[in-house]
């Protein structure tokens, strides 16, 4: 069973539940993600499966995840690096900011940034494709209405000013 930490403001633990509990209750919890981008400055986006639970057919990173609990966001960027990727390479600290979504569910959402040309790894049951992109790509993507997982394109439009 998945533990995760209960945070509150300032990202300070006060207790753990299951995932399921979290996402009943709407707890506060920490998300990671890794931000991979090739040797020329594009990043790497997965297309999720058509049976994703949550944001089928949406672009979103190649790699993301919960914290469990006890883990440093460090520990589970590297988790799930490896887990998603099936590689690892060195972390960088990108961003660290606080998410509601739109079921107010409050998040603290931490990403890492790092270079890695692939080859990509992805779990055809989860993933239809991985690609890299431009930030011009991208925004032109998300103005022609491509779906954008909502924590990812929260990111885009802070650190990459997209609208």
Known sequence: MEYLDIVIWG???VGK????EIYQKLRPHRIVYVLIFNDKGKLALQKRSKNSSLCPNYWSTVVGGHVQSGE??????????????????NLEFFSKDFYSDWRRLNKFVVAFST????????NPDKVQSVKFFSINEIERMIKKGEKFHPELLFLLRKYFDLS
């Not at 440093?72 to 988790?79: C, D, F, I, P, S």
């Not at 270079?115 to 992805?122: D, Q, Y």
């Open 11 to 13: 990202d300070k633990v």
């Open 17 to 20: 539940a299951t995932k399921e």
């Open 72 to 89: 440093t966001y460090e520990q589970a960027a590297m988790r799930e690096y490896q887990k998603e990727f099936g590689a690892q390479s």
């Open 115 to 122: 270079v890695n040309n692939g080859p990509f790894k992805a």
